[in-house]
């Protein structure tokens, strides 16, 4: 609230003739304060109530009464000056009964007063039953546990952004070292176990990205609440560790198992397996992966030309008229490709096959994964 100073008025003594009583005009001060109980948690609800020299029963009626927020903070402004008792209950307390009481609490004139209500001071907890303390000694003592493992989450999230800024910028040998270390301190966060396979798979160390991914996805398909997302994701780069590892059927089991726990992004992931096989020359996988595909989502493009490529490979010439006969499916998909990309990044290549069909093999390129 906007400090508002009210300033005397001056008035000139020789206007003043008849000079009528003027009433007095009483500075105010201020007061702000926090509730907390004893373990230290704030109060976000109930009422101060400020006694003018000390409350003369529990159902007196107080001077002031001010509202606790949900953050525990009450304040007010103009206070009249004096010695107050401060008293603190819950929406619930009894008109009769207090929470708790600190006397003595003075506003001066023209100042703020911080009136906390500190209920783990010595002289409150001394007022408790042995029950009761050794109750709160057990909060605090699990609210204590919380806070580090809050702190200790929050210090795991930031390594996580580090290591994922230094897979971006292929410095997967420092994003493996902090995953590393941050999955012996908490080995059963399934997430750090991806990232660390993520860099892993980088790094090509692809045995080592193998074990960190299916031990990420064993975590988080435990979990009371697994993230299919995160399962999805992590079996993406499963299928490609396998099949960089030359572990076809592993591979394709991995993709499959990835579509199905996130069936979202189903397309991607066979998109990327049809891409990664297309780099292990595998002509049948290739074209079963572009099939699976093409299924999940046949508004993509690099799964038709892929398809298109691996089986022109299979094309053969007919000895009479030197014509190239290309299997099924084969114009089909490259017809397909140009379709949906008539201008994308194997236009040219695909236009040529397709100019070239009843002449000679066409040359092919490869994509890149997504």
Known sequence: MRNIRLWPRLVLAALIAVALPLAAQTATGKIHGHVNDPTGTALGSGTI??????????????????????????????????????VYRKPDTPKDKVVDQIDNVKIVAGQDTEAND???????????????????????????????ENQQIKNLNGDLEKARADDKDKNFADAITLMQHDVSIKPDEPLLWVELGQAQLGAKQYSDAETSLNKGITLETAAKKPNPQVIGSAGNALGEAYADDNKTPESQAAYDAAAKAYPTDAGMYYQNETIVMSRTGQTDAIVAAADKAIAADPTRPIPYYLKGQALIGKATMDPKTQKIIAPAGCQEAYEKYLQLAPTGQFANDAKQVLAEMNAAPATSSKAKRH
């Open 49 to 86: 109530s400020l006694y003018e020299g000390g409350m003369a029963s529990p159902t007196a009626t107080p001077k002031y009464s001010l509202n606790v927020d949900s953050n525990g903070d009450f304040q007010s402004d103009n206070i009249a000056p004096g010695s107050y008792t401060m």
């Open 118 to 148: 500190d209920m783990s001071r010595q002289e409150y907890i001394d007022k408790l039953s042995p029950d009761q303390k050794k109750q709160i000694e057990e909060i605090k003592a699990k609210n204590a546990g919380i806070n580090k």
